[in-house]
């Protein structure tokens, strides 16, 4: 139980083209979701909270007209990416938060590793 | 605001040997993870931790909440060459909104076989 997938696995685009990449829980509901960014050799970076039904909240730093969320549904975020440019270039992964006996964990999608050319 | 300190970054181990790694903060936390990282992957949980003083075991793996509640261990006992990979402990604070989880630096380790 649990899983969350990701698409596609990875991507590689032009500079300036926009990329959107599914965030899905398989086998359950998940009210939020989050997007986090991720560098080599370093620890996840949390870009934003997606919640099902209204806006996303983004971290200080990550600009919202780049990153466009959207959590239509209980099992689907998506993040795109527009107007890609190099420095894009990363491995972004998602999480879907289970709430379940009184406590929530999140649960980590495989990542999508974008290259932007 | 919150950090998590996660010690050691990095270790070089014989198979067979035990191994420990702990997380510390200057919060207090309400839930602890572990999360093992194989490269190119995401994240998977390994232990999830919700009551401080809670010790918790999967497998040769162990973990523990600290009574303080700014704290955490996990240790791997008998490591075998596919115990390779980051190791992240994660932290959702008292005070955190929405449930976002604080990351640790991570302890990658490595295993000789």
């Known amino acids: 139980g649990a899983v969350v997938s990701q698409h596609p696995s990875w991507v590689i685009c032009k500079s300036g083209t926009s990329v959107k990449i599914e965030c899905r829980s398989l086998?359950?509901?998940?009210?939020?979701m989050f997007w986090y960014r991720q560098f080599p050799k370093q620890s996840l970076m949390l870009m934003a909270t997606s919640n099902e039904g209204s806006k996303a909240t983004y971290e200080q730093g990550v600009e919202k007209d780049k990153f466009l969320i959207n959590h239509a549904s209980l099992t689907l975020s998506t993040l795109t990416v527009t107007s890609a440019h190099p420095e894009d270039s990363s491995f972004y992964i998602c999480?879907?938060?289970?709430?379940?006996?009184?406590?929530?964990?999140?649960?980590f999608g495989p990542g999508t590793r974008l290259t932007v050319l | 605001g919150q950090q998590l300190n996660q010690s050691p970054q990095s270790m070089f181990i014989q198979e067979g040997e035990d191994v420990s790694m702990n997380c510390t903060s200057s919060s207090i936390f309400n839930t602890w993870l572990w999360y093992k990282q194989d490269p190119g992957e995401g994240p998977v949980l390994l232990i999830a931790l919700y009551k401080a003083g809670e010790l918790t075991s999967n497998g040769r793996l162990t973990a523990q909440f600290g009574i303080t509640r700014k704290d955490s261990f996990l240790n791997i006992s008998a490591s075998i060459p596919s115990d390779v990979g980051i190791y992240f402990c994660?932290?959702?604070?008292?005070?955190?909104?929405?449930?976002?989880?604080?990351f640790g630096q991570g302890t990658e380790l490595s295993v000789k076989p």
């Open positions: 999480s879907a938060d289970l709430l379940a006996g009184g406590t929530d964990t999140q649960y």
């Open positions: 994660a932290g959702q604070g008292i005070y955190n909104q929405g449930g976002k989880l604080i």
């Open positions: 086998d359950f509901q998940a009210t939020t």
